[in-house]
T-cell receptor
């Protein structure tokens, strides 16, 4: 069973703060990692992908990957109320190549 | 370019009926995966099709089936519907290779079983 665990929410931060979302995975051979954002009643939207150890920045979003620790995180800088959503961590399995999703962390950014 | 298209967007069915959902992937994408999402269970993987072959399968009963056509469009069928099948059904398409590829979701089909 390939497991993906996300830090339990909900997470609530004030506008302008940094939101930190964390994810651990069990498949040591995984090489591809993704973050999706899902607004209530909508489908998941891919916001970040990361394949190498270290940081990857895209605007206000930074994904961090540490394969040795089997840990991936998403930082949202200067959080906005429009960032309020559920964030899903997804890991591509090394054996079957399918995506494994965490249960998501609900983020609320209050003005 | 066009995204992933799922039809219909909403569906109401009666217990015992069957239903077919459709997913048209992004042009050039050969992999289509299906997921069931409910508030209590999160995203549950149903199956993945790649080049008309089922490549992966989740832990759902045989009432849930799928297929993929030569143009990569995929259909999912649920027979003998139960109240518990009420959910948002999502499909995601990707290039499908073993290398690093991103998956993109359609808008989903919200199924209500009454």
């Amino acid at each position: 069973q390939k497991e993906v665990e996300q830090n339990s929410g909900p997470l609530s931060v004030p506008e302008g703060a940094i939101a930190s979302l964390n994810c651990t995975y069990s498949d040591r051979g995984s090489q591809s990692f993704f973050w999706y954002r899902q607004y209530s009643g909508k489908s998941p939207e891919l916001i970040m992908s990361i394949y190498s150890n270290g940081d990857k920045e895209d605007g206000r979003f930074t994904a961090q990957l540490n394969k040795a620790s089997q840990y991936v995180s998403l930082l949202i800088r200067d959080s906005q109320p429009s960032d309020s959503a559920t964030y899903l961590c997804a890991v591509k399995g090394s054996t079957l190549g399918r995506l494994y999703f965490g249960r998501g962390t609900q983020l609320t950014v209050w003005p | 370019k066009a995204g992933v298209t799922q039809t219909p967007r909403y569906l109401i069915k009666t217990r015992g009926q069957q239903v077919t959902l459709s997913c048209s992937p992004i042009s050039g994408h050969r992999s289509v995966s299906w997921y069931q999402q409910t508030p209590g269970q999160g995203l549950q993987f149903l199956f993945e099709y790649f080049s008309e072959t089922q490549r992966n399968k989740g832990n759902f009963p045989g009432r849930f089936s799928g297929r993929q056509f030569s143009n990569s469009r995929s259909e999912m069928n649920v027979s003998t519907l139960e109240l518990g099948d009420s959910a948002l059904y999502l499909c995601a398409s990707s290039l499908g290779g073993r290398e690093n590829t991103e998956a993109f979701f359609g808008q989903g089909t919200r199924l209500t079983v009454v």
